[in-house]
């Protein structure tokens, strides 16, 4: 349940501040936030990260829907692995909150604007973050979990002692 809350508080926080950059910004205004490095700037990005696959919204509405249903199944799965769960109910906060804009305006609202010496990052919101941040929790847990084959399941396989499941 826990994990549903994070997913949750994830997609309250993003449609928030899309909502208040919607309400407080024209769109391209841009804010200082810290000089030279970080903005607010009113965007719309109708494609995916960095702006690839432009005007594609119903593959994304439909992807996104399959995405969201294998988190669903997979969260019950593995409520017990912490970090694993984490990182699924951050993808899915985010995943959610794009969806929302897609469905809603066709395009998403992105704000986060960072600009590191003379390399401007293409501009993200909340949702992007929590996927992003998801993603590499969810590649720790992948790299840090390792399913050693058991004893039992090394002896239904016609290896009984378990010598084939320690290279596989």
């Keep these: 349940m826990k994990y549903y809350l994070v997913a949750l508080l994830v997609l309250l926080l993003d449609q928030w501040s899309k909502w208040l950059v919607m309400e407080k910004m024209d769109l391209g205004e841009s804010i200082t936030l810290v000089e030279h490095w970080l903005y ?5 990005n109708a494609g995916a990260a ?4 432009q005007g594609q919204k119903w593959f994304f509405i439909a992807m996104t829907i399959v995405v969201v249903g294998v988190i669903l199944y997979a969260l ?3 409520r017990q692995e912490q970090v694993l769960a984490l990182s699924l109910s951050l993808i899915l906060g985010g995943a959610i909150g794009n969806f929302i804009d897609r469905v809603r ?6 704000f986060i604007d960072v600009r590191i010496f003379t390399y401007h990052y293409p501009i993200f919101n ?3 973050s ?3 941040i998801g993603g590499i929790l969810l590649a720790i847990s992948m790299l840090r979990t390792r399913s050693p084959v058991s004893e039992e399941d090394a002896a239904s396989k016609g290896d009984p002692a378990g010598v084939k ?3 596989e």
């Design 40 to 44: 607010l700037t009113s965007h719309r």
């Design 50 to 53: 960095f702006g690839i696959l």
């Design 130 to 132: 929590a996927v992003v």
């Design 165 to 167: 499941g320690d290279t």
């Design 105 to 110: 305006f066709g395009e998403v609202v992105d």
């Design 126 to 128: 909340v949702a992007d």
């Design 76 to 78: 019950n799965k593995v």
